[in-house]
């Protein structure tokens, strides 16, 4: 069974530009959430992908968005990148139910320039 | 709003000894609660969950977890540290909503 996996590792930006993180869910998962994880925090949900659809948002702007493909793999996209935009970046797979358990990748670190 | 508290920002234990870290939550309902462990530079591993039932939770590497809900509070424990077992460990609540994480306890085990 494939665990969660991101691409990029790791990555490297100016302020202003736009970035695209990918995700690839656990075999036989259906759902995607997205975290942003600060240095020294704890994770903060930024949005949850179910069907293709976002399906719950946490207070991010809208220039975080997402996307859920036909095979449950996801991407996040950020424009106009931000200094505090840098951040880990934690992909979490699960299967839509009551207390679902998330099972997360091991992240991209983005840093912004 | 869900909330999840660590009291605790570091801790150092030295080896063999017991471990135990705290996390108080706050939910109108009966929460889903989950300890996650998270090494320098890498993602998160689920140590354990509470769903319902027994209120004593084993988990993965030795760890274990109490439901209090009369304290509003779902500690992690470990009989015997390891030397491995130093890294960041995170409480975190849910149940048919996001995870809500708490600030995390940095694990330091000395010899």
């Known amino acids: 069974e494939t665990g969660v996996t991101q691409s990029p590792t790791h990555l490297i930006k100016t302020r202003g530009q736009q970035v695209t993180l990918r995700c690839s869910s656990q075999?036989?998962?259906?759902?995607v959430s997205w975290y942003q994880q600060a240095l020294g925090q704890g994770p903060q949900f930024i949005f949850q992908y179910y069907r293709e659809e976002e399906n719950g948002r946490g207070n991010f702007p809208p220039r975080f968005s997402g996307l859920q493909f036909p095979n449950y793999s996801s991407e996040l996209n950020v424009n106009a990148l931000e200094l505090d935009d840098s951040a880990l970046y934690l992909c979490?797979?699960?299967?839509?139910?009551?207390?679902?358990?998330?099972?997360f990748g091991p992240g991209t670190r983005l840093l912004v320039l | 709003a869900q909330s999840v508290t660590q009291p605790d920002i570091h801790i150092t234990v030295s080896e063999g000894a017991s471990l135990e870290l705290r996390c108080n939550y706050s939910?109108?309902?009966?929460?889903?609660l989950f300890w996650y462990v998270q090494s320098p530079g890498q993602g998160l591993q689920l140590l354990l969950k509470y769903f319902s039932g027994d209120t004593l939770v084993q988990g993965i590497k030795g760890f274990e977890a109490e439901f209090k809900r009369s304290q509003s509070s779902f500690n992690l424990r470990k009989p015997s540290v390891h030397w491995s077992d130093a890294a960041e460990y995170f409480c975190a609540s849910g149940g048919n909503t996001p995870l809500v994480f708490g600030k995390g306890t940095r694990l330091s085990v000395i010899a």
């Open positions: 075999s036989g998962h259906n759902t």
């Open positions: 979490a797979s699960s299967v839509t139910g009551a207390g679902e358990t998330q099972y």
């Open positions: 939910y109108g309902a009966t929460p889903y």
